[in-house]
């Protein structure tokens, strides 16, 4: 584990790749029923479990690293909204099933770039789980981009929804790759990534998928959203209430 | 039965046969059958509903309407006449006692 000293940083870093992955697998598997297909159903709800599996390896990891004998069922169950850190894409609602693809077109293609990466940092933990991740990630990302593709270069209908998809979405894009003084001190100790090289490797799936999909890539828009920093959207409250009300409402209950 | 789900103005996705391999070595086995768009959606539908419990190596989607499958109301002819020719069967052969897995 890390000297005491830098815990706080490294908590709050682990938190922000948890969270994500928490937030965006409870968001996929509100699929589960409703998908378009059954074969659908069961695609989503796999990545939502591979999402899951990797929160609770990195939310379990940012407990040791408070050492208050937190667990990751109390990190997941416990926080308050303004404690969260993940980026505010994922927590956005499923829209329609081409919206729903292209959100995890982005974060699939910003996951790939990030545990690619990963797997080589100085935090041995954070490369094994890396090492995990990223081989889901990979299918993750060829899955919504075979989805998107058939989308966007599909119908009339299809095209025009995936299209204004994208550009609701977009404007959250920005976030992930705007590095604040959490990102650089993380990459300067070797631990993350840097994100500006994350962001071209990103951007060019992103421009070969959207071309092969025949949408237009919106343009990048002022940097207006917080969530890794914990001011998020309004739509992350229902989501945690929905998520944390068991444990809430009977605390320490198990399966 | 698939000509019907490929029939203009039908909106299910065309059925597909899947057929996995357990391991190297041994033969791609039909395990059931998906609907999807594409052949590379049932490459995908497949992964997702027959192999998450790595129960595979290698996934083979063949498109249903491609099987020619025999007439079921023709099982007598096609196969009953096999049932008398007992010549067939190597049951005359008296398997030595060290042969346990024959």
């Given at each position: 584990m890390s000297a005491a000293p830098e815990a706080p940083a490294l908590y709050r870093y682990v938190l922000r790749l948890g969270d994500l992955a928490l937030v965006l697998g409870q968001r996929l598997s509100e699929w589960v029923g409703h998908a378009p297909a059954l074969e659908e159903d069961l695609g989503l709800a796999n990545i939502a479990l591979d999402l899951v599996g990797q929160a609770r390896l990195l939310l379990a990891y940012a407990g040791e690293i408070e050492?208050?004998?937190?667990g990751e069922d109390d990190i997941a169950f416990l926080r308050e909204h303004g404690e969260y850190l993940n980026p505010t894409l994922v927590e956005q609602p499923n829209g329609d099933f081409g919206e729903t693809i292209v959100r995890q077109v982005l974060i699939d293609a910003y996951q790939l770039a990030l545990y690619e990466r990963l797997?080589?940092?100085?935090d041995e933990r954070l490369a094994a789980i890396a090492e995990k991740a990223v081989k889901e990630t990979r299918y993750h990302l060829r899955y919504s981009s075979n989805w998107l593709v058939r989308l966007g270069d599909g119908t009339e209908e299809s095209h025009g929804r995936v299209q204004r998809a994208l550009e609701r979405l977009?404007?959250?894009?920005v976030e992930l790759f705007e590095a604040d003084a959490l990102d650089r001190d993380m990459a300067e100790r070797g631990v993350a990534p840097s994100l500006e090289e994350m962001r071209s490797a990103w951007s060019r799936h992103i421009d070969e998928v959207l071309t092969e999909a025949t949408l237009k890539r919106p343009a990048d828009r002022p940097y207006t959203w917080f969530g890794k920093r914990g001011?998020?959207?309004?739509?992350l409250g229902y989501l945690l209430a929905e998520m944390q009300y068991l444990q809430r409402a009977h605390p320490g209950a198990r399966w | 039965m698939s000509a019907e789900n490929n029939?203009?103005?039908?909106?299910e996705w065309p059925l597909f046969e899947i057929f996995i391999r357990?391991?190297?070595g041994l033969d791609h086995k039909h395990v059931g059958s998906l609907h999807a768009c594409d052949p590379r959606m049932a490459i995908e539908h497949a992964r997702d509903l027959?192999?998450?419990?790595?129960?595979?190596v290698s996934i083979w989607a063949v498109p249903s309407a491609s099987i020619t499958a025999s007439d079921p109301a023709e099982a007598d002819a096609l196969?009953?006449?096999?049932?008398?020719?007992?010549?067939?069967?190597?049951?005359?052969y008296d398997i030595p006692p060290e042969v346990k897995t024959l």
């Open positions: 050492g208050r004998g937190r797997v080589r940092s100085g977009w404007p959250y894009t001011e998020h959207s309004e739509h | 029939a203009p103005g039908e909106r357990p391991r190297g027959y192999t998450r419990r790595e129960e595979g196969f009953e006449p096999a049932r008398d020719k007992i010549y067939r069967h190597p049951t005359f």
